[in-house]
């Protein structure tokens, strides 16, 4: 009997889930690997975080909440985007769903027809192209070129409306480049979306607070205000506050794509974790001074790793200025041969050939969109972080 639904042909699992399971493979063998694929902080969750959840546990918080979220969280939310975007959302103009991905694939599917085109830049974060293609969608790549830092220019934006286009995704921090798009750079980007009233934008700012060098965030609906009724802002509690397996993200939009978006999680997981929505509401109520800190961290490891990547003959990569990856060039390497083993045509053969010969598990630029680069994430200690560098130095010393 055929099980499965046409649908499912259109998507594959998480790339960075197979790289890692590969690693784990390898590991549980008795290799020595360092994986360098997750995508999340080794940061412990705040303690007020725990302690909050587990007040909640005690009072009995364990029954459903509302499907849109509690009302004490949906006000927290509309706190932290007035006090740190400068933007006004009411409770009922913001979803907290189970993560910031189960967030944007709500939206998809509640707003694309077949046929509905959705822009994507590339590099992109894995998930957008699949979840569109759940949704009968059809993703258009938008290829972003290292002489814009990889980041989507208003000209590319404007190539890639068609009248079929239905969302632009945007991601800043992004995932896996870690640029950060400027005040003005969002500015130009709003020109051509003020002239495409078909289209709304999904502003993917979930590494918003990781940022370096005194770079400031800024978003869409900050920057642009007058275009808020088409624009979903999206954030969550996994990187910043180190909750990823908490599963809480968040959406704030206009009513009509809320109403939509909530009656379709109504229809499929109901509220997000009635515990894990309560230590969201502290995180954001209390204070965030420990954030700083940690971005410390993430910034000494970005520029200790940094030095030792672009320094191989054969990388070339952009020094991020926010987020936890970089994203070397590796287009120098192609065509290259190691000792044992055929020559490096791809992206995917260099991510093999690492983990096989020096244990060190990255991701291959395919899987962004955008080849030939692969990615690393130094959200691991940072002994790991530099022992994994110095192995890929080494392996690729003996490419000849
Ligand atoms: C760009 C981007 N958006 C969204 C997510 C998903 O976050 P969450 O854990 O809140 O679902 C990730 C996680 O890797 C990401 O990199």
Redesign the pocket.
């Known amino acids: 009997m055929d099980f499965i639904s046409h649908r499912m042909r259109r998507i594959k699992p998480s790339p960075?889930l197979a790289v890692m399971a590969r690693a784990a493979e390898l590991k549980a063998l008795g290799n020595d690997i360092i994986s360098l694929g997750a995508?999340?902080p080794d940061f412990d969750t705040p303690e007020h975080v725990k302690k909050g959840i587990i007040k909640a546990l005690s009072e009995g918080k364990t029954k459903y909440t509302a499907v849109e979220g509690t009302l004490p969280l949906r006000q927290a939310i509309a706190g932290k985007f007035k006090r740190e975007n400068g933007i006004d959302y009411t409770p009922d103009q913001i979803i907290v769903s189970?993560?910031?991905?189960?967030?944007?694939f709500n939206a998809l599917l509640a707003t694309l027809n077949s046929g509905d085109e959705v822009i994507i830049p590339a590099p992109?974060?894995?998930?957008?192209p699949d979840m569109v293609e759940v949704a009968e969608g059809v993703p258009v790549i938008a290829r972003c070129t290292p002489e814009n830092h990889l980041k989507l220019t208003p000209e590319l934006l404007e190539e890639s409306i068609t009248p079929k286009t239905k969302c632009l995704i945007l991601?800043s921090p992004?995932?896996?480049t870690g640029m950060v798009y400027t005040k003005e750079e969002l500015e130009a980007l709003a020109e051509i979306i003020r002239q495409a009233p078909h289209m709304y934008v999904v502003s993917?700012d979930?590494?918003e607070h990781v940022v370096y060098d005194g770079v400031e965030f800024f978003t869409l609906a900050q920057v642009a205000p007058d275009l808020k009724e088409r624009i979903l802002t999206?954030n969550?509690?996994?990187?910043t506050y180190s909750m990823?397996g908490l599963?809480?993200?968040y959406g704030a939009g206009p009513n009509t794509l809320i109403e939509a978006m909530t009656i379709l999680q109504s229809q499929s997981t109901s509220n997000a974790s009635s515990l894990s929505q309560e230590g969201t509401r502290v995180a954001l109520e209390r204070p965030q001074d420990f954030m700083s800190e940690w971005v410390k961290i993430f910034s000494k490891r970005r520029d200790e790793a940094y030095n030792i990547l672009n320094n191989i003959p054969g990388l070339s990569c952009i020094k991020p200025q926010g987020?936890f990856y970089l994203y070397p060039s590796c287009v120098a390497l192609m065509g290259k041969q190691p000792p044992l083993g055929s020559i490096i045509t791809s992206d995917t053969d260099l991510a093999n050939y690492l983990l096989e010969s020096v244990g060190v598990a990255v991701v291959p630029g395919a899987a962004f969109g955008l080849s030939p680069y692969f990615r690393i994430s130094y959200a691991i200690e940072t002994d790991k972080v530099l022992e994994a560098c110095h192995r890929i130095s080494q392996a690729i010393g003996l490419l000849k």
């Open positions: 960075t995508g999340e189970a993560g910031a991905k189960h967030v944007i992109y974060w894995v998930s957008y991601n992004n995932n896996p993917d979930i590494y999206v969550g509690v996994s990187k990823t599963r809480i993200g987020a």
